[in-house]
C-alpha cells in the first residue's frame, strides 16, 4: 500500500517549521529532504508520532544541497548505513563535497561587501555552512527519470532556486514535492525568496514547466500543503 506522510518538524524559538515527506509502500520508505544539521532526533520524534518506524527507511531523496535540505544527511547514513542516497546528477558534487557548496560560495561573497559590524554574524553562517557533512551520493537523477514504488516517482528538473533543484511528482496521488522551488507565504503560492534564488528567471521557467503535470497538491518545504486553484496559482508565479 502506498502511502504519503508530510512531516511537521520545528526547533520552537529557533527557525521556521520545515515540511519533509515520508513516501512508502510494502518494501521502500523514502524520506524527500532531511532537515537542518542536528535534525535526526526530531525527524525521528516526529515519525514515532505519525506512527512510522524510520528505521525501514530505504532512501534519501536531496531536492538540493542546503543546509536545511541536507544538513542532517551525514547523521542520517552513520545510524542508517544501508540507506541509498540519491540527488540530481547536477547536485552530486555538492552534497559529496566534491565541490564547495554554491551557497557558502554566495555567502562568502556578500561576506566582503560588509561593514565590521555585520561581519561576525556573517561568519558564523559561514563557519555553519562549512561545517555541513559531505555524503556520497549512490544514485544521480536527471529530469524524467521515473522510479514505480511509492506510487510511481518522477524526477522534474526545477532549476532557479539551485542550478540542480529537483522536484518529486508522485503520480498516483498527483502530488508535487516541490522542495524550495516555491514556498507558502501567508496562504499564497509564491516563488522562492529572491534573495536565495541564484536564477529568478530560470525559477519562473521551472513553474512554468509545472503546468504540464495534473497536480492536485502542492507540498512546499517552507510552507506545508497547498491545494487551492493550483493551475491558477502557477500561472500566477510565472507571469510575476
Given at each position: 500500500?502506498?502511502?504519503?506522510?508530510v512531516?511537521?518538524?520545528?526547533?520552537?524559538?529557533?527557525?521556521?517549521?520545515?515540511?519533509?515527506?515520508?513516501?512508502?509502500?510494502?518494501?521502500?520508505?523514502?524520506?524527500?529532504?532531511?532537515?537542518?544539521?542536528?535534525?535526526?532526533?526530531?525527524?525521528?520524534?516526529?515519525?514515532?508520532?505519525?506512527?512510522?518506524?524510520?528505521?525501514?527507511?530505504?532512501?534519501?531523496?536531496?531536492t538540493?544541497?542546503?543546509?536545511?535540505?541536507?544538513?542532517?544527511?551525514?547523521?542520517?547514513?552513520?545510524?542508517?548505513?544501508?540507506?541509498?542516497?540519491?540527488?540530481?546528477?547536477?547536485?552530486?558534487?555538492?552534497?559529496?563535497?566534491?565541490?564547495?557548496?554554491?551557497?557558502l560560495?554566495?555567502?562568502e561573497?556578500?561576506?566582503?561587501?560588509?561593514?565590521?559590524?555585520?561581519?561576525?554574524?556573517?561568519?558564523?553562517?559561514?563557519?555553519?555552512?562549512?561545517?555541513?557533512?559531505?555524503?556520497?551520493?549512490?544514485?544521480?537523477?536527471?529530469?524524467?527519470?521515473?522510479?514505480?514504488?511509492?506510487?510511481?516517482?518522477?524526477?522534474?528538473?526545477?532549476?532557479?532556486?539551485?542550478?540542480?533543484?529537483?522536484?518529486?511528482?508522485?503520480?498516483?496521488?498527483?502530488?508535487?514535492?516541490?522542495?524550495?522551488?516555491?514556498?507558502?507565504?501567508?496562504?499564497?503560492?509564491s516563488?522562492?525568496?529572491?534573495?536565495?534564488?541564484?536564477?529568478?528567471?530560470?525559477?519562473?521557467?521551472?513553474?512554468?514547466?509545472?503546468?504540464?503535470?495534473?497536480?492536485?497538491?502542492?507540498?512546499?518545504?517552507?510552507?506545508?500543503?497547498?491545494?487551492?486553484?493550483?493551475?491558477?496559482?502557477?500561472?500566477?508565479?510565472?507571469?510575476?
Open positions: 500500500m502506498n502511502k504519503l506522510t512531516l511537521e518538524i520545528n526547533l520552537t524559538g529557533s527557525i521556521n517549521t520545515i515540511f519533509p515527506v515520508i513516501l512508502s509502500d510494502d518494501k521502500e520508505m523514502v524520506l524527500v529532504d532531511c532537515g537542518y544539521p542536528n535534525f535526526l532526533n526530531l525527524i525521528e520524534n516526529t515519525t514515532k508520532g505519525n506512527e512510522i518506524d524510520i528505521s525501514n527507511l530505504t532512501k534519501i531523496i536531496i538540493h544541497h542546503d543546509f536545511d535540505h541536507m544538513g542532517s544527511l551525514g547523521e542520517f547514513k552513520r545510524k542508517y548505513p544501508n540507506i541509498k542516497i540519491f540527488s540530481s546528477i547536477d547536485e552530486e558534487k555538492y552534497v559529496s563535497g566534491k565541490e564547495k557548496s554554491l551557497r560560495q554566495q555567502a561573497k556578500i561576506y566582503k561587501t560588509l561593514s565590521e559590524h555585520e561581519k561576525k554574524g556573517a561568519r558564523d553562517f559561514q563557519r555553519m555552512l562549512e561545517s555541513i557533512e559531505n555524503v556520497p551520493v549512490d544514485v544521480v537523477l536527471k529530469d524524467k527519470d521515473f522510479f514505480s514504488f511509492c506510487g510511481g516517482i518522477e524526477i522534474i528538473s526545477t532549476p532557479g532556486h539551485m542550478p540542480g533543484h529537483i522536484s518529486v511528482y508522485i503520480k498516483d496521488s498527483k502530488t508535487l514535492i516541490a522542495g524550495d522551488a516555491m514556498v507558502i507565504e501567508d496562504g499564497k503560492l516563488i522562492a525568496n529572491p534573495q536565495y534564488t541564484l536564477d529568478i528567471d530560470e525559477a519562473k521557467k521551472s513553474i512554468s514547466k509545472l503546468l504540464n503535470y495534473k497536480i492536485d497538491r502542492i507540498i512546499c518545504y517552507h510552507g506545508g500543503v497547498y491545494t487551492k486553484n493550483i493551475k491558477e496559482s502557477l500561472g500566477n508565479i510565472c507571469c510575476l
